[in-house]
Nanobody
């Protein structure tokens, strides 16, 4: 079983930055496809970014391209989401998830961390 723990959320003004971290335990982190998702009130959960190995270009949804950067440190079993130029519409609970089988069906989820961007 894999446990994922997110941190780094908070309240920030529009235009500001936050860095989310997600640390995994109990599995082989380097083999997993890792993703960041978010869910805003009244909206469906959506994937924000995902990262496979270091040689594969990460995926981002269009609304965060050029502002967010996903990265991973396999030695620390940690995936990051650097969020710059934040907008009020980025307000959501952010979750990290691990895809063990590399089939884009995420098997393990963190508890979520709240990101609130004020205008």
């Amino acid at each position: 079983q894999v446990q994922l723990v997110e941190s780094g959320g908070g309240l920030v003004q529009a235009g500001g930055s936050l860095r989310l971290s997600c640390t995994a335990s109990g599995g082989t982190f380097s083999r997993y496809n890792m993703g960041w998702f978010r869910q805003a009130p009244g909206k469906e959960r959506e994937i924000v970014a995902r990262i496979l190995g270091s040689r594969i270009v990460p995926y981002y949804i269009n609304s965060v391209k050029g502002r967010f950067t996903i990265s991973r440190d396999n030695a620390k079993n940690t995936v990051y989401l650097q969020m710059n130029s934040l907008k009020p519409e980025d307000t959501a609970v952010y979750y990290c998830a691990a895809d063990r089988d590399m089939d884009y069906d995420y098997d393990f989820w963190g508890q979520g961390t709240q990101v609130t961007v004020s205008s």
